[in-house]
Nanobody, 122 residues
């Protein structure tokens, strides 16, 4: 079974930047980041389809976050700029073997990472 390993979560000041990384142990075709803010349900942040490089973003991160594939590897990074206190959350990497359907539908993903915590605070 493919496993995911995330890294990069940290404490950062508002307006700062952070880069999250996630590597899958096997071949996948779509990877995404979700997050769970305190007291709220998990929500989609960004996704990328490896076959054509198409990316997706939730409105609340457009223009601030960038998801990209690490070369030809089964690995993605999430570059987060202009971080806000409201971005504080546990960030989860997820992947699926075949793309298709709404990228925010969590039930379509086959594997999930343990999560990496991002705290934005002055």
């Amino acid at each position: 079974q493919v496993q995911l390993v995330e890294s990069g979560g940290d404490l950062v000041q508002p307006g700062g930047s952070l880069k999250l990384s996630c590597t899958a142990s096997g071949n996948v075709e779509q990877m995404a980041w979700f997050r769970r803010r305190p007291g709220l349900q998990r929500e989609g942040v960004a996704a990328i389809i490896f076959t054509d490089g198409v990316t997706f973003y939730s409105d609340f991160v457009k223009g601030r976050f960038t998801i990209s594939r690490d070369g030809a590897k089964n690995s993605v990074t999430l570059l987060m700029n202009d971080l806000k206190i409201g971005d504080s959350a546990m960030y989860y990497c997820t992947a699926r073997l075949r793309p298709g359907g709404p990228w925010t539908r969590q039930s379509l993903y086959h594997m999930w990472g343990q999560g990496t915590e991002v705290t934005v605070s002055a």
